[in-house]
């Protein structure tokens, strides 16, 4: 039986008494953040700036970090933000499914645990992944540390990582012991930051097409956001990270992953952020789809710096608006686009020749 933390044991409480020392409309009174009484202390040791130059958006690399003993994320406390999210009424950005035993099972094919409130309080016994995106949103604690993660990646990596991010979120992971996160891809740039327990995560390189093919991320793009599949043989192309508390991981843009938990409750921080440039390749492979859907076989961006502006700059112009978001990105761009397709090819079909 392996020996887990204590500290954060949540069999020992129960709803009621949580609800008596949360606010439902506001942090807390006994308020953790590092800003408050705390010496100010820094989110990453300085001596990791070459790989955060080296990597930061191009590939996936390991860091050392020091928000493992943030009380903030400590278990008891991230409960605490759960029931003042679930008061309001609403889930928020909370979502929770039972895991299953193979990364080939995809997110959709998990059974999603409509009773929010129980997976999280049964973590410790149960086979959840529970999912908060945007804690950053509900407490303004939790943004300040979001804002000083992508500052200091920013000056490690000299890159104006906060004047280039169109989008970001602060996404809180809880996973059950032994349970694994199916293999996936984001569109957003990640920082992984291991909290409590130990896991092993497998990063795939982004831009192997033997791995991650372009009809994959062609199909993601249109918004079939489980396209990519995970394939036995390609596992020996992954690079595994053994995570532990104090250690994190990049992973970039497009990067497949999958994830196996170890045999504690475990607690991860993602910190997850779209580009301009992300998005504007994006919207290439969006143009692809739908030419590829008029018979047209589009190239993949990356050949043509001038046909892949133009196919990004016609997606914007019939998109009409800034994706605010990864569904903005994924759904309402390709739909509107869709629906002006139709009413073309229904007018043309219309018309007098
Ligand atoms: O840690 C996990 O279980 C999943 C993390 C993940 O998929 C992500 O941060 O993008
Ligand atoms: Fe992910």
């Not at 933390?5 to 020392?21: E, K, Q």
């Not at 790989?51 to 605490?80: D, I, K, M, T």
């Not at 033997?210 to 249109?222: F, G, N, P």
Request: glycine content about 6%.
């Amino acid at each position: 039986m392996a020996h887990c933390r204590t500290s954060t044991d949540v069999t020992d409480r129960n709803a009621s008494d949580l609800g008596r020392r949360t606010s439902a409309n506001g942090p807390v009174a006994h308020s953790t953040a590092l800003s408050e009484g705390k010496p100010w202390q820094s989110i990453f040791p300085p001596t990791q700036a070459a790989s955060f130059a080296l990597g930061l958006n191009q590939r996936h690399f390991a860091f050392r970090h020091y928000l493992a003993n943030h009380p903030l994320f400590a278990v008891p406390q991230l409960l605490e933000l759960h029931e003042r999210i679930l008061a309001r009424g609403e889930r928020g950005g909370l979502a929770a499914w039972e895991a299953q035993l193979s990364p080939s099972k995809k997110y959709g094919q998990l059974p999603k645990q409509e009773d929010i409130r129980k997976a999280a309080w049964g973590i410790s016994e149960g086979r959840s992944l529970l999912r908060l995106s945007g804690a950053h949103e509900f407490d303004p604690r939790y943004k300040e540390i979001h804002d000083r993660i992508l500052d200091e990646a920013g000056v490690l990596s000299e890159f104006p990582l906060r004047q280039k991010v169109t989008w970001s979120s602060m996404t809180i992971l809880l996973s059950s012991p032994g349970v694994i996160t199916p293999y996936h891809i984001d569109h957003q740039s990640n920082l992984l930051f291991q909290i409590q327990g130990e896991k092993d995560i497998w990063l795939f390189d982004p831009k192997d097409r033997s791995v991650l093919t372009e009809d994959e991320v062609e199909r993601y793009y249109a918004g079939s956001v489980n396209a990519a599949e995970y394939r036995e043989a390609v596992q020996p192309a992954a690079h595994r990270y053994q995570l532990k508390p104090g250690l994190g991981v990049h992973n970039p843009s497009l990067g497949p992953h999958w994830v196996k938990n170890g045999p504690c409750v475990s607690v991860s921080v993602s910190l997850n952020f779209s580009l301009g440039e992300l998005e504007a390749r994006a919207r290439v492979y969006q143009m692809n789809r739908y030419l590829r859907r008029l018979g047209f076989s589009p190239r993949p961006p990356g050949h043509s710096i001038l046909r892949d502006r133009l196919k990004s700059e016609m997606m914007k112009l019939m998109s009409k608006r800034h994706s605010k978001n990864l569904d903005e990105l994924l759904d309402s761009m390709p739909r509107r686009f869709a629906g002006r397709l139709r009413a073309a090819s229904a007018r043309s079909r219309a018309a007098p020749n």
